[in-house]
């Protein structure tokens, strides 16, 4: 078994939740929580495959993660932008 | 285990789990620098972000295939480095010029909604100079080459007399 540690400062909550979904086949998970962690415990038919899912779990994640927080810039500059607009 | 010429206290590597671990000041790279360089580094090796305390970030690299043996740890250690300070130069760089970028997106934008309704033009203030000229380069011709009073000799010149003194006499041929 293999305890991924995703702290929820650097991890959005959401995009945990949609890798666990997307890697649901491959392995299987145990969700937990902690004050500062989502903690996912996995276990898989043998070690080098619950080491990949794992990697691949935690790389979706970082991903999905990352994806969200420009999506949240993105939105953010914009009504920037469009306030500024307004104001002219 | 420390490696080779990196800083023992920033680098370490697990050789049980063949993973190299990078402690981040984040008074030093922003958050955003060290997502971006973890998404150049994801379909080279496993990215895992930690924080062990606060304001520091610990991040993981392990090898996708086989295990990450001390020189080619060292190698994907310092590649890592260098794209986040590249990256952290670059958020830097947005920063401080988020505010020239914006101005010219907005610019853009209210150039973009089309031409202006009769209400808008009524209300524009055409006695604004439309740009500075210092050289009188935007002089209109009548102003530039106004006849002036008592002098019989100036003429205003037409535009056919002013083609004629910028023409250029053409070569004969054969010569």
């Known amino acids: ?39 996912v415990r996995l276990s898989a038919a043998d070690g080098a495959r619950e080491k990949r899912v794992a990697g691949e779990l935690s790389n979706y994640a970082l991903g999905l993660t990352i994806a ?16 500024k607009q307004e104001a002219k | 285990m420390p490696l080779e010429s990196l800083p023992s206290d920033l680098v370490s590597f697990d050789d049980q789990d063949g993973a190299v671990h990078l402690k981040v000041d984040d008074g030093l ?46 190698e994907l250690v310092g590649e890592f480095s260098n794209e986040l300070l590249s990256c ?32 808008e033009l009524e209300a524009f203030d055409f006695s604004d100079d439309a740009f500075e000229d210092p050289l009188g380069i935007a002089m209109s011709w009548e102003e530039k080459y106004a006849k002036k009073k008592g002098d019989p000799k100036a003429t205003a010149p037409t535009p056919n007399d002013e083609a004629a003194t910028s023409s250029v006499t053409k070569p004969e041929a054969g010569k």
């Open chain 1, 1 to 39: 078994m293999i305890e991924l540690r995703f702290h929820r400062e650097l991890y959005d909550g959401k995009s945990v939740d949609e890798a666990l979904k997307i890697f649901g086949p491959h392995a299987s998970f145990e969700q937990a929580e902690e004050t500062a962690h989502w903690i």
């Open chain 2, 29 to 74: 790279y922003p958050l955003e620098a060290v997502y971006a360089a973890a998404y150049v580094f994801i379909d080279r090796c496993y990215v895992l972000l930690d924080k062990p305390a606060s304001g520091q970030t610990r991040v993981t690299l392990s090898a996708k295939k086989g295990t990450l043996a001390g020189d080619a740890a060292r």
């Open chain 2, 88 to 119: 952290a130069w670059r958020s830097q760089i947005a920063r401080e010029n988020r505010a020239t970028i914006e101005a010219v997106t907005a610019q853009a934008l209210s150039g973009a909604r089309g031409a202006p309704s009769l209400e």
């Open chain 1, 68 to 83: 969200a927080q420009a999506k949240k810039l993105g939105r953010a500059e914009k009504t920037t932008a469009t306030a």
